[in-house]
């Protein structure tokens, strides 16, 4: 079956819950039983430490990690979940330099002793010096799990978004490349893995060699920009024009997805959202799962999973196999993905334990710490209660009202912690006997407990006196009427708070013939020049908050309408386009299924020039 490590930018952590198959169920459980992972590394996570939640920490049977910005919010983040049935990792740590501090400890971790640091860490003069230490692990950018088999690094590299951060991504990339180098040196086996915004090869993005062109830019000239040129220096067969930088003349890591997939185009990962261009697969791959090259045996298979909705990526994965050939002797992955005297020629001895549990992991941060899922606060049986005089039956008379009264009474006399849902039993269940006596006090049909609020009914309505004003919506349009005296009485009129646009129903005062010339003496206005005509009310209404015409484009479909972003004059500006997403060209098409070249800005349409 093997071992499957997953990568995916969600776009946020709660993102793919709004799409299928994922919104079925929304959890995260089930979103791991569908990847069919058992390592799973997101990025951009887009939370902070405070909007952590039951349902992301304490998924029943996985353990997580998280790396999450200091400073910004919703911004980077990043998160790589365990399977504990399956690997248990025997050291975690956040950011890649190291400069940061474990949990409850003020010691840096690459200050650690030796036993207790994953290792690897830049040396003094191994950074070019374009950034910051703390500021490269301070937003959330980067967690690493060892385990015995080999140390996995889940990352999340700075976009090149307008280049003013061209420093910080180059310096975060250049540690990045020197920390794996230094593991690989140390003897250690390393797998790296999630988004880092860098296409290695013309093959890995749509329709380059066109747009190279249009910008005058060679091939040769836009890989050997810094950071595609550093990347393709740390794989294998990668595209790098000589001479090599020093401390990088040999590749270290190889590319799975290629490795199993060397000539596939389209095997792309991220799309442009805004362009709608994911229809048509105009877009790059930037998301990988590399391996030293010591262990690219290990792996049976790498794939993308482009059909997975949920975010502008895809997730992407690789799968160890069962067993694994280390130094000619044949070893089952599980046994070296666990601590020793977990798993034996893959074969469990003992169960996840919270002993197991590393100082980074989220189990253990306070609000968390000792605490039960949701899940099994359901479904798990308490423990036996005190036996206790069973309560006595309810008699025939008691009214709902008694009931539900009764019920938040026991609910708020019992003193054990114990949830307010609770699996039945045949045996009933009270509360110790002190809490007894006022917690199954029956309260009369007449009263309800102070902290509900008094729910209205018809009889209440009735004495309430009817206040001046409009009570609804519906008495805007509609005139004033009188009824005749002797109907009063029958008249229900709700008060003040209770009509409106809150769901109540309009009722409207029984008229009699007898008083229907009455009435349209009422009706009358003062002014016989000024009639009120609700209907014409109502088409004017309509005209001022009608659904907008919109322009039609090329393909005869309704155009939708987007605002300018980019600096300048129009800056702001709204405008309409084609519905239609960009096609495999990636720029707008004439006579085809895909985007055409209709544009029309919105100051400059007018709902009369359709026909």
């Known amino acids: 079956m093997g071992v499957r490590i997953t990568s995916w930018n969600v776009n946020g952590i709660r993102n793919p819950f709004g799409y299928q198959p994922w919104r079925e169920k929304r959890t995260f ?13 997101m990025q951009e996570t887009k939370i902070q430490r405070k909007d952590l939640q039951d349902d992301m920490v304490l998924v029943p049977g996985w353990d997580v990690f998280f790396s999450l910005p200091k400073h910004k919010k919703g911004y980077a983040g990043v998160a790589i979940y365990t399977r504990n049935s399956v690997c248990i990792p025997i050291r975690a740590e956040e950011g890649v330099v190291g400069v940061l501090c474990p949990p409850n400890s003020s010691t840096k971790y690459r200050d650690l002793p030796p036993d207790q640091q994953i290792g690897g860490y830049p040396r003094p003069g191994q950074l070019a010096g374009l950034a910051d230490e703390v500021a490269l692990d ?18 999340y590299s700075p976009a090149n978004s307008d280049g003013t951060r061209d420093d910080f991504r180059l310096g975060y990339l250049d540690a990045l490349d020197v920390r794996i180098r230094n593991l690989i040196a140390m003897g250690k086996r390393v797998v790296l893995t999630g988004d880092l915004n860098v296409i290695r090869s013309s ?23 810094p950071s595609r040129r550093l990347f393709n220096q740390l794989i294998f067969e990668g595209n790098v024009r000589e001479p090599r930088d020093e401390n990088r003349e040999n590749p270290v890591l190889w590319d799975l997805g290629r490795l199993f997939h060397p000539t596939r185009e389209g095997m792309f990962t991220c799309w442009d959202t805004r362009k709608n261009s994911r229809p ?53 992955i599980r046994d070296i993905l666990n601590p020793p005297g977990v798993f034996k020629d893959g074969v469990r001895l003992r169960e996840w334990t919270a002993k197991d549990l590393l100082p980074l992991s989220a189990k253990l941060i306070p609000e968390f710490d000792r605490r039960r899922s949701i899940k099994d606060m359901f479904f798990k049986k308490p423990a036996a209660p005190k036996s206790t005089p069973p309560v006595p039956p309810k008699e025939p008379s008691d009214t709902p009202n008694q009931e539900s009264a009764n019920v938040e009474s026991s609910t708020n006399g019992d003193s054990d912690g114990t949830p307010a849902s609770q699996p039945e039993s045949s045996a009933p269940v009270s509360s110790p006997a002190p809490k007894t006596a006022s917690g199954l006090k029956r309260t009369p049909s007449n009263t309800v407990p102070t902290s509900r609020p008094q729910k209205k009914t018809k009889a209440t309505l ?13 008495g805007f349009f509609k005139p004033k009427t009188t009824a005749s005296p002797s109907k009063t009485p029958e008249t229900k009129e709700e008060p003040e708070s209770a009509g409106g646009l809150d769901g109540s129903t309009d009722i409207e005062t029984p008229i009699e013939p007898s008083s229907a010339g009455e009435v349209k003496e009422a009706s009358k206005p003062d002014n016989p020049e000024k009639v009120f005509d609700p209907i014409v009310s109502k088409e004017s209404w309509s005209k001022l908050l ?19 972003k980019k600096p300048g004059v129009n800056r702001g500006r709204s405008f309409f386009v084609c519905p239609r997403p960009i096609g495999p060209s990636g720029q707008k098409e004439k006579g085809t299924q895909w985007r055409c070249g209709t544009f029309i800005w919105s100051s400059d349409w007018n709902a009369s020039q359709s026909s």
Not at 299 to 323: R, W
């Open 29 to 41: 459980e089930a979103m791991f039983d569908i990847l069919e992972a058992d390592i799973v590394v």
């Open 138 to 155: 301070s937003e959330g950018r980067c967690v690493i799990l060892e385990f015995p088999a080999f140390v996995l690094i889940g990352t």
């Open 203 to 225: 093959i890995d993005t749509a329709n380059l060699f066109e747009r190279l062109r249009k910008e005058g830019i060679t091939v040769e000239d836009f890989f050997s920009t």
């Open 280 to 332: 048509a697969n105009f877009g790059s791959r930037i998301d990988y799962v590399l391996c030293s090259d010591d262990m690219k045996d290990w792996f049976c298979d790498a794939n993308i999973q482009e059909g997975l909705m949920g975010s502008d990526h895809c997730p992407v994965y690789a799968t160890l196999k069962d067993i694994v050939t280390i130094d000619g002797k044949e070893v089952h």
């Open 462 to 474: 009735t004495k309430e006196p009817s206040s001046k004003g409009q009570s609804n919506l519906m």
């Open 546 to 564: 009608g659904k907008r015409v919109l322009p039609k484009c090329e393909h005869g479909d309704d155009c939708i309408s987007m605002v300018t």
